[in-house]
């Protein structure tokens, strides 16, 4: 055991430097998010269900924004691992000037014309005004999103503790917010719904400006002069964006079958679509430390494949695995001793508490498969090749909506049959990119391999 540590000792370490901080500052924000449900849910059961509908799309398009900044993340990585500095600050400089143009024009679909897409989800009519009025007061946190392509750099420089005490001013002011405006404390009148998403967006503004004061003053490897910014070309930007896309569809697409389950869940009852937001919202707290180590892992395999170094290609994917089997582990445990203490903090109603205890089980034991996904995904993309992951998503897509289909509408197992779905998705993927993992790994010396450092 003593060995095994000490071969792997540093590449833990260097993991833990990239993930820690941001897997607090994910934290921080979900436990803010589930503070947001905890006071809707105990203001109205039927805001839960509002969340959940409006939230999904409108995470699905934000998602994308924020994916296609990773392939400028590998490639900046990558250069950083082969010592062309010129090309990291190329690639840094153009992230930065032309990444606001998507969240910019989302910011005016979301704020202006949203009733539309929650129609063609099924919403039912009494809930799509909240719907809409959620989507009009969030909407200008979209304008913020290009300029949260900065996390990039952080990243990439391997240093991202400012994330946490951003999160942390963001999360605390939204939580005040929140309470004032949900139910009218101080005078202010009792917003509900609308009151939620407007105290997030005053928070997200007020805390972006701590956010710009940490980049400008932070000791950041990569980051661009201001020259670099200016002379930017859209060329580099479009390269990386080439790169990046992939993985942006992909996350399209993941979310796409998320909300094609929405629509499922919709045609069950008028509360199923809020049961699986709050059980959603849960395993999302694993989740996001799951995710943090797969930003990390995606930044040391991108040096690995610049330095073409094996051995810190594979010890970063297995130590970041071994960590999230210690999270599933932790999430089984808490859904099999404590699954009604959970869930009442959510809601008041006793029929969901005690027919949704067995999903936070389910959640749990999907982790394993999901963490695969995510870590080893990771890994694939490290390494230069972002389409793999796009293409098993379409399968994934595909897949997890014929079997949600086939178990709610064919079998009528209800709710559980979209969770039975989500794991028999996870579980097949994880198995496919696997077996793309060790081919790379297999190949890590062949020219191919080498080309998508250089490019």
């Keep these: 055991m003593t060995e095994l540590f000490k071969k ?5 370490n260097r993991l833990l430097i990239i993930a820690v901080p941001m897997i607090l500052s994910q934290l921080i924000n979900q436990v803010q998010m589930l503070i947001d449900r905890i006071f809707l849910g105990q203001a109205n059961s039927l805001y839960m269900s509002v969340l959940g509908n409006a939230t999904f799309p409108m995470w699905t398009t934000m998602s994308f924004c924020f994916s296609i900044g990773t392939g400028a993340s590998i ?10 500095k010129e090309k990291v600050s190329e690639y840094a400089g153009s ?14 679909f979301w704020g202006f014309f949203s009733e539309p897409v929650f129609k063609l989800m099924g919403v039912s009519e009494n809930l799509i005004p909240l719907c809409v009025e959620y989507a009009s007061y969030y909407s200008p946190v979209f304008i913020l999103v290009g300029i949260g392509s900065v ?12 994330l946490a005490t951003y999160s942390l001013i963001r999360s605390v002011l939204n939580v005040i917010f929140d309470w004032v405006l949900i139910f009218g404390k101080f005078g202010f009148p009792a917003m509900g719904v609308k009151g939620a998403a407007l105290g997030t967006t005053l928070a997200e503004f007020i805390a972006a400006l701590y956010f710009g004061y940490a980049y400008l003053k932070s000791p950041l490897s990569t980051k661009p ?13 479009l390269h990386s964006a080439k790169l990046g896309i992939n993985t942006a569809l992909e996350d399209f697409l993941w979310n796409i079958g998320n909300l094609v389950l929405i629509v499922i869940l919709n045609t069950i009852n008028e509360l199923a679509a809020g049961i699986y937001s709050i059980i959603f919202g849960i395993e999302v707290l694993a989740v996001v430390a799951v995710g943090s180590l797969g930003s990390a892992t995606m930044t040391l395999t991108s040096e690995a494949t610049g330095k073409k170094d094996i051995r810190q290609f594979r010890g970063v994917c297995t130590c970041a695995y071994g960590l999230c089997i210690l999270i599933a582990l932790g999430m089984i445990f808490a859904g099999a001793l404590f699954p009604q203490q959970i869930l009442r903090v959510f809601t008041k109603d006793e029929s969901i508490v005690t027919t949704s205890a067995i999903f936070l089980l389910m959640i749990g034991f999907n982790l394993f498969s999901k963490s695969g996904n995510i870590i080893v995904g990771n890994c694939i993309r490290g390494s230069g090749d972002t389409r793999w992951m796009f293409f098993t998503q379409i399968f994934g897509t595909v897949f997890v909506i014929s079997m949600a289909s086939l178990f709610v509408f064919g079998l009528k197992l209800g709710i559980a049959g979209v969770f039975l779905a989500v794991m028999s998705d996870e579980g097949v993927r994880a198995l496919i990119n696997y077996v793309r993992y060790r081919k790379i790994c297999a190949s890590f010396q062949e020219p191919e391999l080498k080309k998508a450092v250089s490019a």
């Design 8 to 12: 792997y000792k540093n590449y833990l």
């Design 75 to 84: 490639l900046i990585s990558q250069n950083v691992g082969a010592g062309n």
């Design 95 to 108: 992230l930065l000037k032309y990444n606001s143009i998507i969240p910019f024009a989302l910011f005016l």
């Design 151 to 162: 996390i990039t750099i952080f990243q990439t420089s391997n240093y991202t503790k400012p």
């Design 225 to 237: 002069s201001f020259a670099a910014i200016k002379t930017a070309k859209l060329k580099s930007y």
